[in-house]
């Protein structure tokens, strides 16, 4: 027994200088901070674009002095063109879809808190892992840069929406924004798609192989199985945008025609007659929209899957109850996983496929209500009998049931061809993504944030801010996108720029008003976020390691975790994950790490609330 | 036996700086982690296991199938397009294939040699594979130029596109197979690299791996161009 207690402990040390330590670094943790911050950002950006879209709909031909002055080009006199709109709906899309929503929960807390959590001291390859951060970080600074080099052509990007359908993003000549402004979009999504699968690749390798003794693949938190699910679908599809992207690009520049079907008549130009317009033959538009949703469905995906792997990890936690049907939850992100992959026909019933097809894509989809359905069920029996605790975390992971179920559900309408048909490409569908895919995947974010942020800094968030800023948020959110579902099936379309000439929509207008009012003090409250964000970085109250008592690896280390996570001393693992409310227990919960068998009562004192008080003995 | 083994350690002496556990876990010895490392731990190293740069190199191919099948795919529904011209094989084609596939088996035999425990021999088989690997390369080039002796340029007609599309994107994946070779190739120039067979084992057969996949595909590619017209 001697010998073994002197063994030595291996501390890694952080390195010295600032670039190595917070630029260049190759610690996990810092990393997802990066992450982090760079999602931040980008969402500042997003959430700006997303404002000026709402100034536009519900003031149509107000002058902003302000936007005549930046966007001379697209805002002449301070009035938006109808290009300068649809280049900011293209660029809210694309930097909230990939910057935002793959980054945040992913490539932030994923990197963060996977190795934690199944005890590792770091990700399995580093250096890939810096690099997908900085990859990634050059993906935006190209999109941002689309932003300002498209300026001169009186937009802020390309028009054709995150979407990019061909033959609109395919020809140089096919609108303002569609020049040098869609190069750049390709190449920023090319890089994004790069430094993702470099992501993608260290995790699936990390969790497989880096699990600490007894971490067994059924001992894993849920978010190690979301983010683990993630990767593996980022993995698959990500190739598949890459390789359609090069053809995109090739199509622009190299003068090929995958996408480009003969006899094309684009702005005055015949295909051919003109060198302006050479002549293309062959290609076919309704293949880049097979390979962008076979990416596209996936990528739904992973942005939500780490939201559902947070919320049911802070649900336990909270609710001080085992994860409700651990085993079906595993499954239940599996199946929706797999399912993601067969499903990408339903962005196109009315691309004029067979109906034959429709109504396999039709099935496939509707039968990923049945693992969504198991996993809220999951989450309500999680809540059912618990004490619940109604911390800021709580409240958002329920927030996340609630917008999941809201968007869910009209996720079945639009998963049936006769339905989909009059309300594709209406509000409805616009308010059916953004309840489910953003604003639950945010809110899965937001309980994240305030659930881990006393263990990544070491200071709680303020629960007073925290919770004013969940409840505007929550009830705002609700009142921008319900009342889009009415204006969808009025039959409002997507993506116009004002609704002045249409007399059936202009009884629509005070919903717009509402909508838009809403949406300004929910952006607005972000704000409170962003100060308490800051404020508790520095004036927080301070968190002690373990301060939601839970059970998972994270909590056994200290709060801000070491360089090396664990001290030297990688924990071992004796149980599941989500061992509340254990009778007999001397707390209501036993971490991971606590041993099966006790045969003495467990000696705590003076050592907070980790739990973590005997010898490690093997079961 | 029933002290608390974070009582007795002398962690807290090491100059541990902010953070750390207050209790240390459980333990702190024997394999961490599902990997084989043990006692010999330097600490300095990763302790990956050398299946972990296998399976981290099946996830690589993984993302290149994906990408290779949706390129065949658009290939496939492309040729029922009425502008589909087919173009015949260049010839220089079926040499990249003779190539290709002697370049496998040289690999093939580098492995052995390295498991056999002759080391010169797999340097030497190392090389042939190079040098048919750059073989390959240049025929692949002169292809190109076979191409457009007879007129058929990258934006030609849907065929060509994708003869120049399907040796670009491949070639470029052989050439991260080559930088993979030429590094087996230096680190063998170190003996001290030499001393540390496992490593080199694990080195070359990822290497390999990718190698042998970039064959295989290589040979889809090239069957779906002469067949599928």
């Not at chain 1, 934690?116 to 935006?140: C, H, R, Y």
């Not at chain 1, 622009?252 to 051919?272: C, D, E, K, M, Q």
């Not at chain 2, 972990?52 to 040729?79: E, K």
């Amino acid at each position: 027994m001697a010998g073994e207690t002197h063994e030595a402990v291996h501390r890694h040390e952080p390195p010295k200088s600032f670039i190595r330590k917070y630029i260049f670094s190759l610690d996990h943790k810092v990393i997802g901070i990066q992450y982090i911050i760079l999602a931040l950002v980008a969402v500042l950006v997003g959430m700006t674009m997303s404002l000026l879209m709402r100034l536009n709909l519900s003031w149509p031909g107000t002058n902003w002095p302000i936007l005549g002055t930046l966007f001379p080009g697209g805002a002449p006199d301070g009035m938006m063109t109808p290009e300068f709109y649809l280049s900011l709906v293209t660029m809210h899309g694309t930097i909230m879809v990939f910057f935002v929503l793959t980054t945040a929960p992913q490539g932030g807390f994923g990197n963060y808190f996977l190795p934690i959590q199944i005890g590792a001291e770091d990700m399995a390859f580093p250096v890939l892992n810096m690099l997908s951060f900085w990859v990634t970080f050059v993906g935006f600074i190209v999109i941002l840069s689309a932003i300002f080099y498209s300026g001169a052509e009186s937009t802020v990007g390309p028009i054709g929406g995150w979407t990019g359908y061909a033959p609109l993003s395919a020809l140089k000549n096919a609108g303002p924004g569609q020049g040098l402004g869609m190069d750049l979009w390709i190449i920023s999504i090319a890089i994004f798609c790069v430094g993702s699968l470099l992501g993608a690749l260290n995790f699936i390798t990390t969790l497989l192989n880096m699990r600490t003794r007894g971490m067994s693949l059924m001992r894993m938190p849920l978010t190690c199985w979301a983010w683990f699910t993630t990767a593996v679908l980022a993995l698959l599809s990500f190739p598949v945008l890459l390789g359609a992207g090069i053809l995109l690009f090739l199509d622009r520049n190299a003068g090929t025609s995958f996408f480009i079907p003969g006899g094309l008549y684009v702005t005055g130009l015949l295909s051919g007659v003109d060198d302006r317009f050479p002549l293309h033959t062959g290609g076919s538009p309704i293949l880049w929209q097979h390979l962008f949703w076979f990416f596209g469905h996936p990528e739904v995906y992973i942005a939500i899957l780490p939201g559902m792997g947070a919320t049911s990890h802070i649900l336990a936690t909270f609710a001080r109850k085992p994860v409700f049907g651990y085993r079906a939850m595993v499954f239940a992100i599996f199946a929706i996983g797999l399912l993601g992959f067969f499903v990408w026909g339903h962005h196109m019933f009315i691309s004029g496929m067979s109906p034959y097809s429709a109504m396999t894509f039709s099935i496939l989809t509707l039968s990923i209500g049945v693992p969504s359905a198991v996993k809220t069920f999951n989450w309500l029996g999680t809540l059912w009998g618990g004490r619940i605790r109604f911390t800021t975390a709580m409240l958002f992971a329920i927030g996340f049931v609630s917008l999941f179920v809201a968007g869910g559900i009209t996720g079945l309408v639009l998963g049936q061809t006769s339905l989909d048909l009059p309300m594709h490409d209406t509000y409805f569908v616009t308010a059916h993504f953004h309840l489910v895919m953003g604003v639950a995947s945010i809110f899965g974010m937001f309980a994240a944030t305030y659930f881990w942020f006393p263990k990544m800094f070491g200071r709680f968030m303020s629960e007073s801010l925290g919770k004013v800023h969940f409840w505007i948020t929550f009830i705002g959110v609700y009142l921008i996108f319900v009342p889009m579902h009415t204006m969808g099936m009025v039959g409002m379309p997507r993506r116009f720029a004002q609704f002045t000439e249409y007399e059936f929509l202009s009884s629509l207008h005070p919903l717009v008003m509402l909508v838009s009012v809403a949406a300004i003090v929910t952006i607005l409250v972000q704000i409170l976020f962003y100060f308490n964000l800051v404020w508790s970085i520095f004036k927080g109250q301070k968190a002690p390691d373990n301060p939601w008592d839970a059970t998972t690896l994270e909590w056994t280390t200290a709060s801000p975790p070491p360089h090396d996570n664990f001290a030297g001393h990688l924990p071992v693992v004796y149980r599941g994950p989500y061992e509340f409310a254990v009778p007999g227990a001397p707390n209501d919960f036993v971490m991971q790490t606590e041993p099966e068998v006790v045969e003495q009562p467990i000696a705590v004192e003076g050592e907070g609330t980790s739990g973590n008080g005997d010898e490690g003995r093997k079961h | 036996m029933a002290t608390r083994v974070g009582s007795t350690r002398p962690a807290k002496k090491q100059g541990i700086s902010r953070g750390g556990p207050k209790v240390p876990g459980p333990n702190g010895k024997g394999p961490r982690g599902n990997g084989s490392r043990g006692e010999e731990d330097d600490g300095g190293s990763r302790r990956l296991s050398p299946k972990a740069y296998r399976l981290a190199m099946w996830i690589v191919l993984a993302a290149v199938v994906m990408m290779f099948a949706a390129l065949s795919s658009v290939y496939i529904i492309l040729s029922a397009s009425n502008d589909w011209q087919p173009v015949s094989l260049p010839r220089m084609f079926f040499f990249s294939t003779g190539a290709i596939l002697a370049s496998s088996w040289t690999l093939h035999n580098a492995r052995s040699s390295l498991k056999g425990g002759r080391p010169k021999r797999y340097r030497q088989w190392l090389a042939a594979t190079l040098v048919l690997g750059l073989a390959f390369v240049a025929s692949q080039l002169l292809a190109w130029r076979e191409l457009v002796a007879e007129g058929l340029y990258l934006s030609s007609n849907p065929h060509s596109s994708f003869f120049y599309l399907f040796t670009g994107i491949h070639g470029v994946h052989l050439l991260g197979g080559i930088v993979g070779l030429l590094y087996l190739l230096f680190r063998f120039r170190k003996p001290e690299r030499w001393l540390d067979p496992e490593g080199l084992d694990v080195s070359s057969g990822a290497v390999a791996l990718y190698w042998h996949a970039m064959d295989v595909l290589w040979i889809w590619l090239f069957l779906l161009l002469l067949v599928w017209r």
